[in-house]
């Protein structure tokens, strides 16, 4: 069973960029569709983007050219790079692994971590 974790969360302002890692453990990432969501409060979880285990990453448009996933098989790690941040993007952001090809849905994945808190202060 894979183990997920997200670090590199935090306050940051409007503009600023966050690097976000998931570590897995448990498991051979290289096996993995990886997943990035996030749950604004009150929300449902937001389908960010997903790598595939082969490195090639698509993303929901609202991201596309601002946030970029990168993997690197070798030592288990995802990252989520975001850059110009804004008041909205204020979310718990989570890291999901799925044996297949993964895909928009939450339900999709079967491993999921605990989240880490992006704030964006205006």
């Known amino acids: 069973q894979v183990q997920l974790v997200e670090s590199g969360g935090g306050l940051v302002q409007t503009g600023d960029s966050l690097r976000l890692s998931c570590a897995a453990s448990?498991?051979?990432?290289?096996?993995?569709?990886m997943g990035w969501f996030r749950q604004a409060p009150g929300e449902g979880h937001e389908f960010v983007g997903q790598?595939?285990?082969?490195?090639?990453?698509m993303y929901a448009n609202s991201f596309m050219g601002r946030f970029t996933i990168s993997r690197d098989n070798t030592k288990n790690t995802v990252w989520l790079q975001m850059n110009g941040l804004k008041a909205e993007d204020t979310a718990v952001y989570y890291c999901a692994a799925d044996l297949g090809f993964g895909g928009s849905e939450w339900s999709s994945y079967e491993y999921w971590g605990q989240g880490t808190q992006v704030t964006v202060s205006s």
């Open positions: 448990g498991g051979t990432l290289s096996s993995y569709t």
């Open positions: 790598s595939w285990t082969g490195g090639t990453s």
